[in-house]
T-cell receptor, first 112, second 111 residues
Framework: NAGVMQNPRHLVRRRGQEARLRCSPMKGHSHVYWYRQLPEEGLKFMVYLQKENIIDESGMPKERFSAEFPKEGPSILRIQQVVRGDSAAYFC??????????FGPGTRLTVL | GESVGLHLPTLSVQEGDNSIINCAYS??????FIWYKQESGKGPQFIID?????DKRQGQRVTVLLNKTVKHLSLQIAATQPGDSAVYFCAETPPGDKVIFGPGTSLSVIP
């Protein structure tokens, strides 16, 4: 059973471009969570999704950020018009229910 | 909102000694707790969990202790090895709510 997969692992964007981060949950997991982590800091919750539904987006900026988890395919975290402050590691986690979350390897976004 | 906090942001331990990482949680209704280990450049990795109906759970070289009276959680690592160097996060889960992560403790093992 493959773990949580994220791609790309590293993403470089220039200011104003769009960043798309993908997350494929573990097989059988219908809950997906996105977190952001700055160097030497903890995990900051962004959004919690189930298939086709956003359950909790209280940690996600209201502008430029969006997330989806379609019926088919991976979950996508989309950042429009990136700024330097968006540079961070973005982790996805999945779970079969609202309990143990299993994390992917993360996508490290660098905005030039 | 309520959050999980850690007493020690950094911890240095001699190789072979036992490590104890502490965590205070705020929500007395939380009924499920998890410890994660995050190595440099990697995602958090599940180590061990414990439910609120237990006060101790043991894994391989790791033990988690839960004291609900004082809302305290600890992770004990026996015979600490260089490979144990990482950031350790505790997490609590209030019923029907999302997991809340603590700020993390950095463990450094001195060879």
């Amino acid at each position: 059973n493959a773990g949580v997969m994220q791609n790309p692992r590293h993403l470089v964007r220039r200011r104003g471009q769009e960043a798309r981060l993908r997350c494929s949950p573990m097989k059988g997991h219908s809950h997906v969570y996105w977190y952001r982590q700055l160097p030497e800091e903890g995990l900051k919750f962004m959004v919690y999704l189930q298939k086709e539904n956003i359950i909790d987006e209280s940690g996600m900026p209201k502008e430029r950020f969006s997330a989806e988890f379609p019926k088919e395919g991976p979950s996508i975290l989309r950042i429009q018009q990136v700024v330097r402050g968006d540079s961070a590691a973005y982790f996805c986690a999945s779970s079969p229910a609202m309990d143990t979350q299993y994390f992917g390897p993360g996508t490290r976004l660098t905005v030039l | 909102g309520e959050s999980v906090g850690l007493h020690l942001p950094t911890l240095s331990v001699q190789e072979g000694d036992n490590s104890i990482i502490n965590c205070a949680y705020s929500n007395s209704a939380s009924d499920y707790f998890i410890w994660y280990k995050q190595e440099s450049g990697k995602g958090p990795q599940f180590i061990i969990d414990i439910r609120s109906n237990m006060d101790k759970r043991q894994g391989q070289r790791v033990t988690v202790l839960l004291n609900k009276t004082v809302k305290h959680l600890s992770l004990q690592i026996a015979a600490t090895q260089p490979g144990d160097s990482a950031v350790y996060f505790c997490a609590e889960t209030p019923p029907g709510d999302k997991v809340i992560f603590g700020p993390g403790t950095s463990l450094s093992v001195i060879p």
